[in-house]
């Protein structure tokens, strides 16, 4: 900081900011840019701010972005197999939003990145059989336990969070006929209303399931609250991108 004299006295600062583009959780650091300004002001504050106000969109920002995408789509290219394994180690140990947190860091422009999309598309359907078939028994061992309206009443509410699965259609069908058959007609009414909204809201839910786009944003969805629930705190990222 210099004192430039006159009046009214002035302050003049240099300050050097860097930019840097990088992945916190694998501390990669794919592109950097430092830039040095000069601000002028009546206070030190004033002075800051008049740097500050320097920083303007030019060709050197275009290219430390772009710099950042190609090593990106590199670093991808290269590790896209080992991901692909890795997410599919993952599936079998049935950590499936940890594989699909993988899989979708791989960005659009790396040449297996269909492959990487058809591959989550699995790994969800994956998962949904996996969950399903846990609120399926969860709903049987209900219904078995009590076999009475609160019992189907709890049997239905763990049917509702199922997601939509051919695979398990035909055991909650016989599910459902098993409760149908064995309550009373005093209770049939209510079941039967019960009933007609569970399969209205499965139909809402195969429409939406048929929609590719919220198929992909879901499955990214899963993997981004992966990453939140298990991110530890990254202090500094310290490493350049070497390969």
Not at 27 to 40: A, C, M, Q, R, W
Not at 49 to 56: D, G, M, T, V, Y
Request: glycine share 4%.
């Amino acid at each position: 900081m210099n004192i430039i004299e006159g009046l009214p006295q002035r302050i003049s600062q240099k300050i050097e900011i860097t930019y840097k583009i990088g992945d916190a959780v694998d501390n990669i650091i794919y592109s950097t840019l430092s830039k040095t300004y000069i601000g002028i002001g009546t206070t030190e504050m004033k002075s800051l701010l008049n740097a500050f106000s320097q920083i303007k969109q030019n060709d050197s920002y275009s290219q430390f972005v772009e710099k950042a995408k190609n090593r990106i789509i590199g670093y991808y290219a290269q590790r896209c197999e080992s991901i692909i394994q890795e997410s599919n180690l993952d599936t079998q140990n049935k950590e499936f939003d940890k594989a699909l947190y993988k899989l979708s860091l791989v960005p659009y422009g790396v040449d297996c990145y269909n492959e990487v999309l058809n591959h989550m598309g699995t790994i969800y359907s994956k998962k949904i059989s996996y969950e399903n078939c846990i609120l399926l028994s969860k709903a049987r061992q209900t219904w078995s336990s009590n076999p009475n309206k609160e019992g189907a009443n709890t049997a239905v509410s763990y049917l509702k969070q199922m997601k939509p699965n051919k695979e398990n259609q035909q055991e909650i069908d016989k599910l459902l006929t098993e409760i149908d058959k064995k309550l009373q007609e005093d209770e049939k009414k209510e079941w039967e209303f019960m009933l007609k909204q569970y399969e209205h809201e499965q139909a809402l839910k195969i429409q939406e399931e048929q929609n590719e786009a919220n198929l992909i944003n879901t499955c990214i969805q899963l993997g981004f609250d992966f990453l939140s629930n298990n991110l530890q705190p990254v202090n500094i990222i310290e490493n350049l991108l070497l390969w």
